[in-house]
């Protein structure tokens, strides 16, 4: 019985995929005229028209079903007349004339901005970025978005995730805020050591600071050993350094880099004090300028979407359409609205390809708010 109905679906299938294609003839040739026309591809009215007929004959349990079908149908559609009829923003336009420019590479030195202070995993990223890095530490995140903002380094290093304890919710947050594009990124084996003064004893350890961050990264370690031993956030892992090296106590220790022991003149107590060994964090080098440096096989972009059964599987679908392949997806919600988010996207993808530009240049034109981040190459240390 089962085979016999599976020959049924597999001439009912042969049916389907001969008329997909007759459609996509169709489709073709519309795509042509709305070329010749200066047409947008998307017609949302005549989409929800072509919805509502199809599904009007169908029973309740069946229009849920045909209506998905429908519109991963008009999806592919979609992207078959993006090919003809490429949509034209500002934003395509400004991307255009970028790789109309030519293939650049990015730039041995430059004047960066960084969160902390000397011995910060921020500007031992800025290191491996630049083989010359003239860096300049600021004391919080703002301080490094308004430096390249305003133009008073040509770039900003800042952590954006850590393998670990997830994304840094405090540079998200100010993604929504400022204006920049993300040029390169990297990946960091990040490794913590307990630090104190040389000659200290673990037994005298009475509290141990470091940035949120490393003491999420290491609470595993502290709570087996040193529980009930205050712990003290601070800014930065190097800051916190700092404040060890400049404290004159035995008794306190801190969550930091074999560099700092070194820069600060501290004794290492215990090395590689990480809950996770394959701990990283991956850093963002951020410009003022639409900059794309070869080779850039990345993108991010943030949007928002309708808050609305289904707008986040529709954007998911045009991804899936064109094979690109996400690497992320974050949503932070919007201060002042009710249920409302901001979206991040990472993917796969070379902004030279026509059929990804035009993705970004739909989505952009299709999108309340939308944000191109940069597209950029990432490195792995």
Do not use: W
């Amino acid at each position: 019985m089962i085979e016999e109905l599976r020959k049924k679906i597999d001439d009912i299938d042969d049916k389907i995929a001969a008329l997909y294609l007759e459609r996509q003839d169709a489709v073709r040739m519309i795509g042509e005229e709305k070329a010749k026309l200066h047409i947008p591809v998307l017609d949302p009215a005549r989409e929800k028209k072509v919805i509502a007929k199809v599904t009007k004959s169908a029973d309740d349990e069946q229009k849920i079903y045909l209506k998905r079908v429908f519109e991963t149908i008009m999806e592919t559609a979609r992207a078959y007349q993006r090919r003809l009829v490429a949509p034209v923003t500002p934003l395509s336009d400004e991307l255009r004339r970028v790789l109309m420019e030519g293939k650049k590479y990015f730039p041995v030195s430059a004047s960066v901005a960084c969160q902390g202070v000397e011995g910060s995993y921020s500007s031992i990223a800025a290191d491996k970025l630049f083989e010359i890095a003239d860096i300049t530490y600021f004391r919080n995140f703002e301080g490094v978005f308004q430096a390249v903002e305003k133009g008073l380094c040509d770039y900003g290093v800042l952590p954006i995730e850590n393998s670990a304890v997830g994304s840094v919710n405090a540079v998200y947050d100010l993604m929504k805020k400022h204006n920049f594009y993300i040029v390169r990124s990297i990946k960091l084996k990040v490794s913590h050591h307990l630090l104190a003064k040389k000659g200290a004893k673990l037994s005298d350890i009475k509290e141990v600071c470091s940035h949120e961050q490393a003491l999420s990264q290491c609470a595993g370690y502290l709570q087996k050993n040193f529980p009930g031993v205050k712990i003290t956030p601070c800014p930065n892992t190097a800051v916190a350094a700092e404040m060890v090296a400049a404290s004159d106590r035995g008794d306190i220790a801190c969550l930091s880099s074999r560099g700092c022991a070194e820069l600060y003149g501290l004794g290492i107590l215990e090395s590689n004090v990480q809950d996770n060994d394959s701990n990283y964090t991956r850093f963002i080098c951020i410009s003022k300028r639409l900059e794309v440096f070869a080779p850039a096989d990345r993108i991010s972009i943030m949007m928002t979407l309708p808050h609305e059964s289904g707008s986040l599987n529709r954007v998911l679908n045009k991804f899936s359409t064109l094979g690109l392949n996400l690497t992320k997806l974050e949503s932070r919600p919007l201060p002042g609205t009710d249920f409302e988010f901001m979206f991040y996207f990472d993917f796969e993808g070379q902004i030279e390809n026509s059929d990804t530009l035009s993705l970004v240049a739909e989505l952009d034109q299709g999108t309340e708010q939308f944000v191109f981040l940069g597209s950029y190459h990432e490195v792995t240390q």
